[in-house]
């Protein structure tokens, strides 16, 4: 333990004295101290403090993945390059040892930068929370929506699959009716360019509202406490006309919550043991149209009290639009609820946390290159690593959009692309799972299941294999046939 200890306090001095690291270092504070104050965000407090948030924590975890990759990979490789490592191994320490030492000291240094940075970032958005001139409806909102910890619930989907084919069907048959003898069968790949088709509007279809009270959407949202005390948040962002950001405009509408009421008025007469009748009403949120700014997030709060006997929230929206244009929703931006269950610290703790998950891995990524190969070449590996993963996840997304069954695959590239694809999954890691400063800055709560699955499908099953390997490699390799040139 004391060797082990001895080997960890060398690196932290090795990694200190290395010019990228020094570099990486002041861009870091530079980053901390500039950032907060030169973003705009979208002209609102409460964006100000997000862009903040999510800006700092996003550039404090991809410079430290720089410098950690840059590190390890120098510490491993330039001890077997110029010799040092020679003198450890005549002495009773194991290779693995070594390699473990150095993990943990490159680790180490880089978990007291980040906790430093942290800190640093959290004492600056609370002092533009507290010192900048936001009025109080302003803090109010921040606190509500930002500086919170808030678990999500979705609503309720349809299944999206059965319509896709029940109305593959149904074309299929009028198409058989309507063309009688001259009908064809479809190829797999008309097949599939059908179903895509097919499944891309039904999902517009679901997000539009277009205009009256005729076409009033309703959401459900269940799995809610029936204990919850605390307001619930209704948040959503709509468009008007199309689902693009640019050129919106106000649009009108009424949003309506579901309560239970007893449907006889006389509940008092009723016989002990009896159960009441409930029959559902919609209270609208405001009296008339209200108007509603498209392309912007909005939140609403609702009462507790609209949750029902068995955990469920029933919102619905009429679009009352003057130019009778249809109303857009998109499933990444709501309508969801959300419900306060921490704080902004604790939150704020566990995307740092995930930060530090992410340097791990990368830490004993490329001390496993850096321990076999010279210090470009290593890093080249690891950053190509990095790409495949990126790579392999958009060959697995592509091809889950496609509503076409596996074995009626047409082209054999695709074919090789799937299965390519999901293999390289099983030993590669995409380092976007690790991203939560979205979350974060939009006060979402970081579920603690969500951060166990990620280490255990990470890091454990993923991570750790690679690691062992790395070391068993170190502890094959001749070191006697490195020659510095």
């Given at each position: 333990m004391i060797s082990l200890w001895a080997i960890v306090k060398l690196t932290c001095r090795a990694s200190v004295r290395s010019r990228i690291f020094h570099v990486l270092l002041l861009v870091l504070l530079a980053t901390i101290a500039i950032l907060p104050n030169t973003v705009l965000g979208d002209g609102t407090a409460s964006g100000y403090i997000q862009v903040s948030l999510k800006y700092c924590l996003g550039a404090i975890g991809f410079i430290l993945s720089l410098s950690i990759i840059w590190v390890s990979c120098f510490i491993l490789s330039n001890d077997l390059e110029t010799y040092q490592i020679h003198m450890v191994f005549t002495k009773p320490v194991s290779r693995a040892r070594v390699w473990v030492g150095k993990w943990m000291g490159v680790v180490l240094i880089h978990a007291i930068l980040l906790l430093v940075s942290a800190l640093t970032v959290y004492s600056l958005i609370l002092w533009q929370f507290y010192k900048k001139p936001f009025t109080a409806e302003e803090k109010s909102r921040i606190e509500n929506e930002v500086l919170v910890g808030r678990r999500v619930f979705l609503p309720e989907l349809p299944d999206m699959d059965s319509r896709v084919r029940k109305e593959y069907g149904a074309r299929i048959k009028y198409l058989k009716s309507s063309q009688a003898e001259n009908f064809k069968e479809l190829s797999s790949d008309e097949k599939g360019k059908m179903l895509g088709e097919l499944r891309r509007q039904l999902i517009a279809q679901y997000g539009e509202v277009m205009p009256g009270p005729s076409n009033t959407r309703k959401w459900n949202f269940k799995g809610l406490g029936t204990d919850i005390k605390t307001p619930l948040y209704f948040r959503y962002r709509t468009y008007v006309g199309k689902i693009s950001s640019k050129d919106q405009r106000e649009t009108e509408g009424i949003w309506t919550v579901r309560l239970l009421v007893p449907a006889d008025e006389n509940?008092?007469?009723?016989?002990?043991?009896?159960?009441?009748?409930?029959?559902?009403?919609?209270?609208?949120?405001?009296?008339?149209?209200?108007?509603?700014?498209?392309?912007?997030?909005?939140?609403?709060?609702?009462?507790?009290?609209?949750?029902d006997k068995e955990g469920v929230v029933t919102v619905a929206f009429t679009n009352f639009d003057l130019e009778g244009k249809p109303v857009f929703f998109q499933p990444g931006d709501g309508p969801k609820?959300?419900?306060?269950?921490?704080?902004?610290?604790?939150?704020?703790?566990?995307?740092?946390?995930?930060?530090?998950?992410?340097?791990?891995?990368?830490?004993?990524l490329a001390c496993a290159a850096?321990?076999?190969?010279?210090?470009?070449?290593?890093?080249?590996?690891?950053l190509s690593?990095?790409?495949?993963?990126?790579?392999?996840?958009?060959?697995?997304?592509?091809?889950?959009?496609?509503?076409?069954?596996?074995?009626q695959l047409g082209k054999f590239q695709e074919v090789v692309g799937r299965i390519a694809g999901q293999s390289l999954l099983w030993v590669i890691i995409p380092m976007h799972k690790f991203e939560v400063t979205d979350e974060v800055s939009n006060g979402e709560l970081i579920e603690g299941k969500f951060i166990a699955k990620t280490f255990f499908e990470f890091f454990i099953l993923r991570g750790l294999p690679i690691f062992l390997v790395g070391i068993w490699l170190y502890r094959r390799r001749e070191v006697g046939t490195v020659v510095q040139k």
């Open positions: 509940v008092k007469d009723r016989k002990p043991g009896e159960e009441v009748a409930m029959m559902e009403i919609f209270i609208p949120k405001s009296q008339y149209p209200e108007k509603i700014m498209c392309g912007v997030f909005h939140e609403i709060p609702l009462s507790p009290g609209t949750i609820l959300l419900i306060k269950t921490g704080s902004f610290l604790e939150n704020y703790l566990r995307a740092v946390f995930m930060i530090f998950l992410k340097l791990l891995f990368l830490a004993g850096g321990g076999l190969l010279s210090m470009p070449t290593a890093v080249f590996v690891v690593y990095l790409l495949i993963g990126i790579f392999a996840t958009f060959v697995i997304d592509a091809d889950s959009s496609s509503e076409e069954e596996p074995s």
